[in-house]
């Protein structure tokens, strides 16, 4: 069964390239454009050669909700047909965000045509894409991180709707939407492929908890699950989820994704100290896999400075781990590909890309410039050649020479 998940992937590489598409309002209502402050709009023909030189041909891109619907059901393609163009230029595949993070103004998860808008969108989506490419692969994340959303909005006024306390209400309100966006998407075309994008955690109690702390802190670590819960239709049924629902599932893993509840305090991801309560990232994807038995994806993961190349030669034992125990990995994202900025103070950059970019250009703003970090690429190359090994023919070929 692993060899036919493998072999049937529809993804064009196993590595893969995350380009930051976020739109949202932050913390201080004010609306960023990841797309553009990054420079990856102005830069798509030089970020996608870049990309394939190291061995990665396939990206995650984003439409950016908030830019193309500025007129409740009027929508603006010009700037998805510029990323189209240049995916078919350099003959990327790109993998499509429909809401990663941003809504338009005149919307939140709690507003009573939030899903109906939504759905309407992901048919005008489909309607526009088959315009361009009646024939390839359509792979489509309707909501990114549904429970980061509904946390960051919901409960710590990170986002809109500014909430606390509201993070039930904001999950079913986007999974609503995710829901009928779905429907709508088969609908248009029943041969789409759906890539859920959840965070993949840990939640422990502290050393010597008691009976209280350590149910609390199983409570919350499989609310990490609510989401896809309700999109197969285990978890609020009268939200309209289906088991056939379920297809792609992507889970992004960071650095700090494994905490203790209480007090708060993150397990170091090297475990170094040998933390009993620390589990590898290949035990967390089995178990995942093993509890919706659909093939799995690590939709986005990176490390912040000098432990970048370390983060990614982990991540490649963790994946060969996890394809050595019979789980159907179809993918590594590297995300951010190319550095960002923080969202709420657009500076520092957090230098977690495998370029960065040049604040010390005084001729071009800050992501105009790109700088290969030459140890994570190093990296790659090892981490390529490890998993290549455990992929079915033809493998991904490393075109990155260090």
């Not at 960023?32 to 990665?56: K, R, S």
């Not at 509840?261 to 090297?270: I, N, S, V």
Request: net charge negative; proline share 7%; aromatic share 10%.
């Amino acid at each position: 069964m692993l060899h036919d998940f493998l072999s049937s992937s529809p993804f064009q590489s196993f590595w893969m390239a995350g380009f930051e598409c976020t739109d949202q309002q932050n913390t201080f209502g004010n609306r960023v454009d990841f797309l553009t402050l990054t420079g990856h709009l102005q830069l798509l023909d030089e970020d996608y050669q870049a990309i394939q030189h190291v061995g990665l041909g396939t990206a995650r891109e984003g439409i950016r909700w908030s830019q193309v619907e500025r007129t409740p059901y009027h929508y603006d393609w010009s700037t998805v047909q510029t990323l189209l163009e240049a995916g078919r230029r350099h003959g990327v595949q790109q993998v499509w965000d429909l809401c990663h993070f941003g809504y338009p103004d005149d919307l939140t998860p709690l507003h009573p045509m939030f899903a109906r808008r939504f759905a309407h969108l992901c048919r005008a989506f489909v309607e526009f894409y088959r315009s361009q490419r009646p024939d390839d692969v359509l792979i489509v994340t309707p909501i990114n991180e549904v429970s980061f959303m509904s946390w960051l909005g919901g409960d710590v006024r990170g986002t809109s709707p500014y909430c606390v306390g509201q993070g039930w209400e904001v999950k079913r309100g986007l999974m609503r939407a995710y829901i009928e966006g779905v429907a709508a998407l088969r609908e248009a075309d029943p041969g789409i492929r759906i890539l859920t994008t959840e965070p993949l955690i840990n939640i422990v109690p502290r050393p010597g908890a008691g009976p209280a702390e350590v149910r609390r802190a199983r409570e919350f670590d499989l609310n990490q699950f609510q989401s896809v819960d309700m999109l197969c239709g285990r978890l609020c049924p009268e939200l309209g989820g289906r088991p056939e629902f379920l297809d792609l599932l992507g889970f992004n893993y960071y650095y700090d994704n494994q905490w203790q509840q209480e007090p708060h305090q993150t397990l170091p991801w090297a475990n170094d100290f040998q933390d009993p309560r620390f589990r590898p990232l290949s035990a967390l994807l089995e178990r995942a896999y093993r509890r919706y038995g659909r093939p799995v994806v690590l939709t986005e993961t990176s490390h912040p400075g000098q432990d970048r190349p370390h983060w990614l030669r982990m991540i490649a034992h963790e994946a060969a781990r996890t394809l050595q125990a019979g789980v159907p990995l179809l993918g590594v994202c590297l995300y951010p590909i190319i550095d960002r900025p923080d969202w709420d103070h657009l500076t520092p950059w957090h230098r977690a890309g495998l370029w960065d970019a040049d604040d010390t250009d005084t001729d071009t703003a800050p992501g105009l410039t790109r700088l290969l970090h030459a140890p994570s690429a190093e990296a790659l190359a090892e981490a390529q050649q490890l998993v290549a090994g455990l992929l079915p023919q033809p493998v991904d070929l490393l075109l990155y020479t260090s």
